[in-house]
């Protein structure tokens, strides 16, 4: 499990929308955590994938943003958004599996061109009768 340093960590706290009645008007209760993703020293292919897994979460300058209104507490939203960061950076952390190279056999390949040819053979046969 990788633990993400509170000095990478910036919460900023917003007005939330959904359930809260008139609480939602007056309470912040949503909130927007900004990590400093070279902060967390990954590893080159982590940081890679990391990247792909955030998408549009991660800015240009480093930045992964993650914004929780899903509870109607403060200290509810900002456990889920830790939750997330830790979640998508073990992620990151994942090796895939590495892709073996095949190639087609002889045999599947002489398959694919038969096929073509009877494909072919279908279609040009479609066409207007010619005048014998």
Known sequence: MVEV???????????????GGQNVNKVATAVQMRVNVYA?????????????????????SGELIITVRAYRTREANRAEARRRVN??????YERDARRIKT??????KARRVDTKKKKSNVKKMRGKPGLD
């Open 5 to 19: 340093p509170e000095s990478a960590i910036t919460e900023t706290f917003l007005a939330a929308s959904g359930p």
């Open 40 to 60: 967390l020293r990954l590893e080159p292919y982590a940081f890679r994938k990391l990247k792909t897994l955030a998408g549009r979460k991660m800015t240009s």
């Open 87 to 92: 979640e998508m950076v073990e992620q990151a």
């Open 103 to 108: 190639r087609p056999s002889g045999a599947a």
